[in-house]
């Protein structure tokens, strides 16, 4: 069951490859920016939640964060945002999955394939949310 | 009945599949050969039982695959584009597994599409707020300029 759902047809395989090529591009583009200019000193769009009502978001910080660890500073990016650099292996393999999905036609098995898994993601988040928000000594360290 | 009349290959991709296959297991190509033709044509004896399913390749049933649920891009917009929208998308693709768990097949596709149009929704709107960004900071430096 599992594994129907994971094969496409070799018709799909040429669309997935101009997918995985502009995935692949504007990932490599992104990246360099980061690593290029420091978005600690600013010039990047702000987040508009954080704007708009001054508390953190989820995923406020997460491009400082990234810049540190771009520079190898995996400590200073756990700062910025933990929460994003400890989903940054999920993200990594489905960014693999998606390439062997483009290379070979057939995508990694999936990691998380139910709802329990999912919901437990979606309280993780929602609580990150509200708990980085809170000025006091242990959860400050979740703000950015 | 030979052990090799039992499959046919795909005639798209090559793949061995069973005869009885509705569909090929690695390409989705539906499988109406002349081989499953012929076999329907042989008028004597009950039909043969299906082959004995091998450990080492497992049958594919036929239904609906899951729909999609977008959860890597519902992560990656609540992560990196700073908008409640992706953490909706997040709790649709929760209800395209549960729904597809239940056998809801036309409920966890229309959670589907929805999961897909929130990431998207997270997206654009990150993405039109940086361009916006971009023109006012584009127009600070050349107002800045002429002064």
């Known amino acids: 069951m599992m594994a129907a759902s994971l094969v496409v047809s070799v018709s799909a395989v040429r669309s997935e490859r101009v997918r995985a090529v502009g995935i692949l591009a504007a990932t490599l583009c992104a990246l360099g920016l980061i690593y290029v200019r420091n978005p600690s000193i600013g010039g990047y769009p702000p987040c508009v939640f954080h704007a708009v009502t001054g508390l953190y978001c989820p995923g406020c910080g997460s491009l400082r964060a990234l810049h540190q660890l771009l520079h190898g500073h995996l400590l200073a990016a756990l700062d910025f945002n933990p929460l994003m650099v400890l989903m940054l292996p999920v993200l990594g393999y489905a960014g693999l999955s998606q390439l062997s999905l483009a290379v070979r036609g057939r995508a990694l098995p999936e990691p998380v394939s139910c709802a329990r898994q999912i919901w437990w993601l979606f309280g993780i988040i929602m609580a990150y949310w509200v708990l980085r928000n809170i000025p006091a000594y242990p959860l400050s360290l979740l703000a950015p | ?147």
Do not use: H
Request: aromatic share 10%; charged share 10%.
């Open chain 2, 1 to 147: 009945m030979t052990q090799s009349s039992d499959r046919i290959s795909c005639p798209k991709c090559q793949a061995s599949n069973f005869a009885n296959s509705a569909v090929c297991w690695q390409c989705g190509q539906p499988l109406s050969g002349p081989d499953a033709q012929t076999a329907s044509n042989q008028p004597v004896g009950p039909t043969p039982p299906p082959p004995p399913t091998p450990s080492f390749e497992p049958a594919r049933p036929t239904y609906a695959a899951k729909p999609q649920n977008y959860l890597v891009w519902s992560i990656l917009t609540t992560l990196f584009c700073c908008l409640p929208a992706g953490i909706v998308s997040i709790v649709y693709a929760a209800q395209v597994d549960s729904r597809y768990a239940s056998g809801d097949y036309a409920a966890a596709l229309d959670a589907s599409n929805k999961a897909r149009t929130w990431a998207w929704v997270s997206f654009g709107v990150g993405l039109a707020v940086s361009l916006i960004y971009g023109v006012f900071a584009f127009l600070a430096v050349v107002i800045g300029n002429m002064k």
